[in-house]
T-cell receptor, first 115, second 111 residues
Framework: DAGVTQSPTHLIKTRGQHVTLRCSPI?????VSWYQQVLGQGPQFIFQ???????GRGNFPDRFSARQFPNYSSELNVNALLLGDSALYLC??????????????FGPGTRLLVL | QQPVQSPQAVILREGEDAVINCSSS?????VHWYRQKHGEAPVFLMI?????EQKGHEKISASFNEKKQQSSLYLTASQLSYSGTYFC????????????FGEGTQLTVNP
């Protein structure tokens, strides 16, 4: 079975530009979460979507936005890029907490470098 | 507030044991453990749910003390492949499914 997939794998942008990152969850998973991981730190929660609705938002500025599509894939958008946005962006998919199997499985990530 | 992991780093010889601790000041619903190798995504190891039993498989096991909001990961008879950074991710009772990760514990296993 295919795991979580993300695209692109690497991206180089300049300050002020916009970026869109994509994620496809494991088949059957309706929940997608986005995390930002800066070098040397643990992943930091950005968003969670379930059934196309935002269910949680971390402490990130409004430049960060996301959405989930009817096929449960998701996009993360970041506007007006700053140097500090350089990081590994991870997508994780899971079943809902009520299922009792809410393990979050991570995709390979998109490594974003802002110059 | 993120959970606190200890130790920050540990170096082992192949075959030795290690314990990694994770402590939170919040009421937790679950604790998730991941291992991440350099340049790769975190790989799921195990999840411990409130009210659940100690989990384990092969030589890696974990416990969750609900009263103290603490979890420990036990690595026995370590192998070279165990090297990497270990993260605990905590899920609070009231936060839905978002995980809050600690700073990580860097584990190095030498021959």
């Amino acid at each position: 079975d295919a795991g979580v997939t993300q695209s692109p794998t690497h991206l180089i942008k300049t300050r002020g530009q916009h970026v869109t990152l994509r994620c496809s969850p494991i088949s059957g998973h309706k929940s997608v979460s986005w995390y930002q991981q800066v070098l040397g730190q643990g992943p930091q929660f950005i968003f969670q979507y379930y059934e196309k609705e935002e269910r949680g938002r971390g402490n990130f500025p409004d430049r960060f936005s996301a959405r989930q599509f009817p096929n449960y894939s998701s996009e993360l958008n970041v506007n007006a890029l700053l140097l500090g946005d350089s990081a590994l962006y991870l997508c994780a998919s899971s079943l809902p907490r009520a299922s009792g199997q809410e393990t979050q499985y991570f995709g390979p990530g998109t490594r974003l470098l802002v110059l | 507030q993120q959970p606190v992991q200890s130790p920050q780093a540990v170096i082992l010889r192949e075959g030795e044991d290690a314990v990694i601790n994770c402590s939170s000041s919040k009421a937790l619903y679950s604790v998730h453990w991941y291992r991440q190798k350099h340049g790769e995504a975190p790989v799921f190891l195990m999840i411990l749910l409130k009210g659940g039993e100690q989990k384990g498989h092969e030589k890696i096991s974990a416990s969750f003390n609900e009263k103290k909001q603490q979890s420990s990961l036990y690595l026995t008879a370590s192998q070279l492949s165990y090297s990497g950074t270990y993260f605990c991710g905590t899920e609070e009772e009231t936060s839905g499914s978002r995980l809050t990760f600690g700073e990580g514990t860097q584990l190095t296993v030498n021959p």
